[in-house]
DNA sequence: CATGAATGAGACTTCATTCAT
DNA sequence: TATGAATGAAGTCTCATTCAT
C-alpha cells in the first residue's frame, strides 16, 4: 500500500503514536486489574484510564478479549525480560531461581497494585504461566547440574515454584507480609526443591544483583 | 422477616424443602464455576441448573454476591468437614498435614469439575482461605511440637502449604497430572517446612486412612 | 416442568399474556417497517412503539433478526389466510388469480403503511415469497386446466403474477395509483398468462366477493 | 466550493485522477451492495475495496447518504447509456421494448453480481426509477402508434414492464432462472401490453443487435 | 413460596464523521 | 489530497432484580 515502504523502518511516524496509545491502554489496564478482577473491568473504564474516547479502544483490540490476552502477553513479556536481566552473570541455577523468587516478591512489596494485577492475570491466563516456565525449568535443569536441587518430578517442581512466588505476591497484596518475605519464601522453596537446609538459607540471604 | 421464626423448633416440614432447594442451588452455582469464571455465570443459569425458577433464586439469597458467598461458605465448611474427619485418630501433625494435602490432590485426581470450582472460588474468597488456614495452622504447630518442622515463619509456612495444595489441584484440572502427584507435591512441601529428605519421603507415602 | 401441565391447553393464563406481548411486537415492527427500511429501524424504537421496555424484546427474540423473521412469517400468514379466504366459493384459478391480485392492491390503498412495510419485508424476506407462491402456484395450474391460461413457463409466470402484484402495491404507496388501479393490473397480469383481451377485461372487472 | 472551477477547461491533469478515485469508491460501494444489503456496508468497507484510506472517501463525497446516491445516479445514467445503445437503429418501439427487457435479464445472467446490487439500489432509490421510466415511456407510445400495443394505462403499463424486468433479475439472482429466461419473460410482457401472443412470441424471439 | 414476564441500567461494539499530519 | 487515528453517538444485547399472579 505504501509505495515507498521499507521493510527496515516500518514504525515511523504515525506508528510512534500508535504504539504509544496502544501500550497506553494495555497500562490502564493493568492498573484496574490493580482494584478489580479482571471481569469486573469495563472496556469504557480502560479507555477513561487511558484518557481516551471509548471507541478509540477498537481501533487496537478487536474485542475484550483481546485486550486481556494483550495484557497477558505484555506481562509475560515484562516477566522474561526482568528474569533474563537478573540472570545476568549469575552461573548458579540455584541462585538464578532463588533471585527470581525474590525479586519478584519485593516487587510485589514496592508495587502491589502491580502485584495484585499479575494475581489475577495470571489466575486467567494460561499462556502466561507457560511464559515463566520456560525459564524457570532452565534454572531447575542447572540447579539439578550443580547438585543443589533433587526433586522426584520436574512438572511438579516448577508448579511448586510458581504457586510460592505467586503465593508469596499474594500474601503481600493482601497485607499478611513479614519482615524479609523474600528471603524467607525463597528458603523454603529450595528446600523444597532438596537443597540441604544450610545452605538455603545461605542461598536465600545472598545479596540481590544491581 | 421471619414472622414466626423462632430459633428452635422451626426446622420441620417446610424447612426441610426449603434447606433442599437452598442446598440446590448452591450445587447448581458450584456445577457452574467448574465451567466458567464466577463472574461469568448468570444467575439464570444457575437457576436452571438447580431446575427451579429465575426469581426463585431470590427467596433465598438477597442479591447475585451472597449467592457467590454461600458456595465459598458451603465449601469452606466442606474443607473443614473433610480435614477434621481425616485427621481422626491420626496423632501426629506432620502426617495429619501430608494427608490433608494429599486428600485435597487426590479429590481433584477424582473430580476435576469440582476442583475446577475451588480454585476459582479460593481466588476470589478470601475467607475460604481463612477458614483452611486455622486447621492447617493447628497442624503445623503439632508438627512443630514433635520436632517434624523447622521452618522461619509461619505464615509463610501456611501460604506455602495452602499455595502448593492449589498449584496442585491446578496441575490436575489443567491436565498436568503425573503419577503419584499427590505423593510428590505433599513429599515437596514437607520437605520446605524443614522435614529431612527421608522423612518426608516416607511420611508422604504412608498409606490413607478409609 | 409443570407437574400438571397437560398437552391440550398448553396456552393457559401466563401464554395468553405472554403471546399478547409477542404479537404486539410484531405488529409494532410492522408498523415501523411502514415508515422506515428494516435496517433502520432499532429494537429499541420497536420496545417503544409497543410500549415495554428494551428488555423485554429479548424475552421473545434472541437476536435481532429473529424480530425481522418473525415479521415475515406473520406476514406470510396472513396472506396465506387472506388468500384462502378470498378463494372459498370460487371454483375458477383465473378469477381467484384475479381477485387475489385486485385485493392486495385494494388493501394496499386502503393501509398504505402496511403496503409499504410488506413491500420492505418482501424484498428481504426469501421465505414470504414462498410462502405466497404455493398459493399462486395452484391458481395458476388451474387456470391452464380451465384452459384459461397459456404461458411458457410456470415459474416464469409466477414470479411476474407476484412482480406485478407488488409493483401494483408499490405504485400505490408512493402515490401513483390510478383509477380501478386493481381492476387494471390484473387485467394487464391475466393477459400475460395468455388469458384473452376480452375475457381477461371481463375477469377483472368481475365483483369481488365479500 | 471549486475555488477556480470553471465548467469548461477543468478537466485536466488532477482532475483526471480525481475522477478516477471517485468512480473507483462508486464501483467498489457497487461491488459490496451485491453481497450485503445497502444500510449494511459500513464507509469504510467501500474505502478498503476501493484501497483508499477511510477519510478519503470524505473528499469526494459529504455523507454516506451521498455516496449511496451517488450510486443509484451512476447506475441510471449507465441504464440510460445501454438502452439508447440499444435503441440505434431500431424503429419499432416494441422491438425496442423487447430488447431492453431481455438486454437487463441477460446481464443479470452475465453478471449475477451486478444484478444483486442494482435490484438492492432500484428498491432504494426512487430517482434511478424514474430514469428509466423515460425511456420505457417512450417505447410505450411508440408501441401504442405503431398498433403493437394496448393497455388501459400508460402508468400501470410502466410499471409493469420494470416490475417484470426487476423480477426477471430477481429470479435469475435468486438462482430460480430457465431456459430463455429473458425470452419468456418479454414475450408475457409483451403480451401484457396487448400484444397479439403470436405476435409477442415471434418479437420475443427476435435476434438481439450486437 | 414458586413462577417467569417485565424492567432498565450498563456493557459491548460499530461506524459515520472529523481532523491533525 | 491522502491518510488513518480519534471521536462519540447510537445500537445491540445481557442480566440482576422486581413483582404480579
Not at 515484562?78 to 528474569?83: G, K, L, P
Not at 494460561?126 to 539439578?144: C, Y
Request: glycine share 8%; hydrophobic share 45%.
Amino acid at each position: 500500500m505504501n509505495k515507498t515502504a521499507n521493510a527496515d523502518e516500518p514504525l515511523t511516524r504515525g506508528h510512534k503514536k500508535r504504539e504509544r496509545t496502544r501500550q497506553g491502554l494495555i497500562d490502564a489496564a493493568l492498573r484496574l486489574f490493580a482494584r478489580k478482577e479482571v471481569g469486573d473491568v469495563a472496556l469504557l473504564e480502560v479507555a477513561n484510564e487511558a484518557e481516551v474516547a471509548s471507541g478509540t479502544v477498537y481501533n487496537y483490540f478487536r474485542t475484550r478479549d483481546e485486550v486481556v490476552e494483550a495484557v497477558g502477553l505484555a506481562l509475560a513479556d515484562e516477566f522474561a525480560d526482568t528474569i533474563s536481566t537478573l540472570s545476568i552473570g549469575v552461573d548458579s541455577g540455584s541462585r538464578r531461581l532463588s533471585i527470581g523468587v525474590r525479586m519478584f516478591i519485593r516487587r510485589a512489596i514496592a508495587d502491589p497494585d502491580w502485584a495484585s494485577a499479575v494475581i489475577r492475570v495470571v489466575h486467567l491466563d494460561q499462556a502466561i504461566r507457560s511464559k515463566i516456565a520456560n525459564q524457570v525449568l532452565a534454572d531447575l535443569r542447572a540447579g539439578i547440574e550443580e547438585g543443589a536441587f533433587s526433586y522426584a518430578d520436574e512438572n511438579i517442581a516448577l508448579d511448586l515454584v510458581v504457586s510460592c512466588g505467586v503465593g508469596g505476591m499474594r500474601a503481600v497484596v493482601e497485607g499478611r507480609q513479614v519482615e524479609d518475605h523474600d528471603i524467607k519464601v525463597a528458603e523454603m522453596v529450595l528446600k523444597a526443591l532438596g537443597t540441604t537446609p544450610a545452605r538455603a538459607r545461605k542461598l536465600a540471604q545472598q545479596k540481590l544483583p544491581g
